[in-house]
Structure formats: structure tokens, C-alpha cells
């Protein structure tokens, strides 16, 4: 009997069944308690016998179902760890790939050329005061070219948001005596908005200053640049004459697009006597020249890009087809 109750023990496959068969022997009514019972119809002498064979039965059963118990226990919990495993070598979802704006692209691609032919690269202010902007380049306050710049104003201040790179020719050559050649790239702030035109945009302000410097360098510095720029060496060019208060003479260069169609890409021209004086280098001793272009306007023509606002959009998929890879 006690084998059989053994058996069923070691087989309940449950703990719930492991509980039912505990309740049937070790339970108020169950199976121990009720031999327990039959003792008080014995003799003293059978009484004991019989008495701690049972206590030795109900040690026993106890026992295995303890055993068994933990048993069941142990296996539950594996079976969870395997089921509630998180599995750590999925793959990771795909990366984002980042990509370079035309802009940027364009601005550090020029920023070599240059570099390779010894132009520094200097800085300004996005904020600068009218005397930068404006007053230390020839434009006196009743000049029109103030008006036709469509300047942002600081309400209550001499500061505007400024119109061009220029200033940066006045910054720089205020502390930096020539000979010198840099370049200063960077964002311009004028009132204007249509497919052309973009209240913030780029420029690259290019300066030369040298002993006998003439148009000549000017000139050939332009074509060079344009052509390798454009990946043409065959690039058609026209120096139109123009109108800067900081160049004399000026001019504004056109290329040769698709049949016979000129586009104007850049201003130039020497730079004046007086923004020389201004920043108190002697004119009778160097000369020099200065360029002043639109980035946007160079990313459009070389990219085919035909709306300056998608730039500034900030959709990924427009930068996803325009933008650079590391490598490209
Ligand atoms: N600053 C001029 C502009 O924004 C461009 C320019 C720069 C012209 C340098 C001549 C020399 O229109």
C-alpha cells in the first residue's frame, strides 16, 4: 500500500495533482488521520506498534511530497526562464543613414579648391553692426544700395541681420595686415521670398589683397574656379559690367548655360580705394580683389535643384536624393 501511494506521488506530473493527493493523505480527513483513528480499538501493546507505523508512514509520505513538490517547482520555473527568455540576437532594426546638405557640400568643396591655393578661412557674426555691413564699405546711410539690400533692421539697435559675407572683409582686414588671400562662407539674412529667393541663404565672399594685384588675377582666379567648380573646362564666361560701392571697377560674371542662356553666378570686383583706407592699408602699396557668390545658386546650377525653398524644407526624402554620402 505504501508502494502504491509512492507510485502516484512520484507520478503527478502537476502540482495541483500533487496537492489533491497531499490533501488525500496528509489532510484532516485523509488517509493518515484516519489509521490514526482505528488506534483506539487496539491494546496498548498493538496500539504502539501500529502507532508509530503509521507516524513512520506519515513521515514518509510527507517527505516525498515535499521532495516531489520542489521538484514540480523547479521544473515550472525552467520551463518560464526558457518561455520568458527575450532573445538578445535579433537583429537591430535598420539605421538611419545620414546625409550631407548640397549646401554644406558646396561650401566645403569650395572651401578646398581655395584652400589649395593658399586662402585662409575666416568668420563673422550673424549680427553685425551697419558700420560692417554697410558704412565701412562705401555705402554712406542715403545710398540706395542700403534699400535695394532689403536689410532686416534690429529694432532699437545699429545692428542688422547682415546683408552679406562682406563685412567679413572689413572684420578681417582690420586685424589681419596683407598680404592676404581668404574666403568667408557662411549665412546672409535679406527680406526676399520666392522660388529664387530665401530670407536666410548662403554666400562665399572671396578677398585677395597683394602687391600689384590687377583685374587680370581677378579674372583668371574666376574663370579657373568656374570651370573646375562646374566640371567643364570649355565653361563659357562674361564679365558684365557693374555697380558695387566697395569694387571699382565691378563686375557681375555670367556662364554660359544651354544654348545661349546666361546666368548670373557672381559679383567681383577691386577693391575700392576707400574700403582699403577704411581698414588703414595703404592703397599706393596693395591692391586687391574681392567675389562675393550665392551658395544656393551654385548647388542649384550644379545639382539641377529648381526651387531654392527645398532646401530649407527639411524633408528627408528631398535630402536623401540631393545629399552626399561620405564617399560621394
Ligand atoms: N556683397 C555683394 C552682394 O552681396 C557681392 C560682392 C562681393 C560684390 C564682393 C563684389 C565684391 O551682392
Redesign the pocket.
Known amino acids: 500500500m505504501q508502494q502504491d501511494w509512492q507510485q502516484q506521488i512520484n507520478s503527478a506530473q502537476e502540482l495541483k495533482t500533487l496537492d489533491e493527493l497531499r490533501v488525500q493523505l496528509l489532510g484532516k480527513n485523509g488517509l493518515i488521520t484516519q489509521q490514526l483513528k482505528t488506534l483506539g480499538s487496539l491494546n496498548q501493546e498493538d496500539r504502539k506498534t501500529k502507532g508509530a507505523e503509521i507516524n513512520a508512514l506519515k513521515d514518509l509520505l510527507t517527505s516525498a511530497i515535499e521532495e516531489k513538490k520542489s521538484l514540480l517547482e523547479q521544473q515550472a520555473l525552467e520551463l518560464r526562464l526558457v518561455n520568458e527568455k527575450i532573445d538578445i540576437t535579433l537583429p537591430a532594426r535598420p539605421e538611419m543613414v545620414g546625409k550631407t546638405h548640397p549646401i554644406s557640400k558646396v561650401i566645403s568643396d569650395i572651401t578646398k579648391y581655395f584652400s589649395q591655393n593658399g586662402f585662409q578661412v575666416f568668420d563673422g557674426p550673424h549680427i553685425d553692426t551697419q558700420e560692417h555691413n554697410f558704412d565701412a564699405l562705401n555705402i554712406p546711410p542715403h545710398h540706395p544700395a542700403r534699400q535695394s539690400h532689403d536689410t532686416f533692421y534690429i529694432e532699437d539697435s545699429d545692428e542688422v541681420l547682415r546683408?552679406?559675407?562682406?563685412t567679413v572683409?572689413i572684420r578681417t582686414l582690420r586685424n589681419h595686415k596683407p598680404p592676404i588671400r581668404f574666403l568667408a562662407p557662411g549665412r546672409?539674412f535679406r527680406s526676399d521670398y520666392d522660388a529664387t529667393h530665401t530670407p536666410m541663404f548662403h554666400?562665399m565672399?572671396g578677398v585677395v589683397i597683394e602687391e600689384n594685384i590687377n583685374f587680370a588675377h581677378l579674372k583668371g582666379t574666376i574663370i579657373d574656379f568656374c570651370r573646375w567648380f562646374f566640371e567643364d573646362p570649355n565653361l563659357k564666361l562674361r564679365f558684365r559690367p557693374s555697380f558695387?560701392p566697395?569694387?571699382e571697377p565691378?563686375a557681375e560674371v555670367d556662364i554660359g548655360w544651354s544654348n545661349d542662356k546666361w546666368l548670373e553666378v557672381?559679383?567681383?570686383?577691386m577693391i575700392h580705394p576707400t574700403v582699403l583706407a577704411n581698414c588703414d592699408i595703404d592703397s599706393t602699396k596693395y591692391q586687391g580683389f574681392?567675389?562675393?557668390m550665392g551658395m544656393e545658386r551654385f548647388a542649384m546650377l550644379k545639382y539641377g535643384i529648381n526651387d531654392i525653398r527645398a532646401f530649407y524644407d527639411g524633408d528627408t526624402r528631398w535630402l536623401d536624393m540631393y545629399g552626399f554620402g561620405s564617399i560621394s
Request: glycine share 16%; charged share 5%.
Open positions: 546683408t552679406h559675407t562682406s572683409q546672409t554666400q565672399e558695387f566697395f569694387t565691378s557672381l559679383g567681383c570686383g574681392a567675389f562675393g
